[in-house]
T-cell receptor
Framework: EAQVTQNPRYLITVTGKKLTVTCSQN?????MSWYRQDPGLGLRQIYY???????DKGDVPEGYKVSRKEKRNFPLILESPSPNQTSLYFC???????????FGPGTRLTVL | QQQVKQSPQSLIVQKGGISIINCAYE??????FPWYQQFPGKGPALLIA?????SEKKEGRFTISFNKSAKQFSLHIMDSQPGDSATYFC????????????FGAGTILRVKS
């Protein structure tokens, strides 16, 4: 089944404790992206990658890191999480020649 | 500053009625306008999309109306059903600009049976 998977789905952590949210897609998509969803703000792009070893900042990159060592994986790293990073996070992927983005099921993160 | 403004924030419609969600954009370079549908606990999924060379696109009960001069577009859901209850996001992008989507704030639709 073609899909984007994220792990974990739910995470509660404390301020300053490094964490990684994994994202993997099995559709051979070149483009991958991370969004955060907050009430009243919609989805805002954090980082994106147009191919292996090519990443760039989105609209709200502060406090986040990403890497793209393999085409299928695009982990989101929070080196020192803070309460304002409490949010619902989505990973998405697509072909560069396509406009339709496929989203993962989301990761709900709470930072205490 | 939101480049795509969406209204209303929430909407309650009776079963069989018409649901209308509106979006306005600022950047005239946008040339692709999708709507995404999100059910609770799920990621958004593409519902329907339009390019500015047409004023309307219909897929089943879902229609996008597009007004290029006003920089507005809207989603109409005809004969709304309880199964349509979801959050709807409009978005905009520039083709060839790295697939970057700019999303509206979202509309929570509830269809009452």
């Amino acid at each position: 089944e073609a899909q984007v998977t994220q792990n974990p789905r739910y995470l509660i952590t404390v301020t300053g404790k490094k964490l990684t949210v994994t994202c993997s897609q099995n559709m051979n998509h070149e483009y991958m992206s991370w969004y955060r969803q907050d009430p009243g703000l919609g989805l805002r792009q954090i980082y994106y990658s147009m191919n292996v070893e090519v990443t760039d900042k989105g609209d709200v990159p502060e406090g986040y890191k990403v890497s793209r060592k393999e085409k299928r994986n695009f982990p989101l790293i929070l080196e020192s999480p803070s309460p304002n990073q409490t949010s619902l996070y989505f990973c998405a992927s697509t072909f560069l020649a396509s406009n339709e983005q496929f989203f993962g099921p989301g990761t709900r993160l709470t930072v205490l | 500053q939101q480049q795509v403004k969406q209204s209303p924030q929430s909407l309650i419609v009776q079963k069989g009625g018409i649901s209308i969600i509106n979006c306005a954009y600022e950047n005239t370079a946008f040339d692709y306008f999708p709507w995404y549908q999100q059910f609770p606990g799920k990621g958004p999924a593409l519902l329907i999309a339009i390019r500015p060379d047409v004023s309307e696109k219909k897929e089943g009960r879902f229609t996008i109306s597009f007004n290029k001069s006003a920089k507005q577009f809207s989603l109409h859901i005809m004969d709304s059903q309880p199964g349509d209850s979801a959050t709807y996001f409009c978005a905009a992008s520039i083709e060839g600009y790295g697939n970057k989507l700019v999303f509206g704030a979202g509309t929570i639709l509830r269809v009452k049976s």
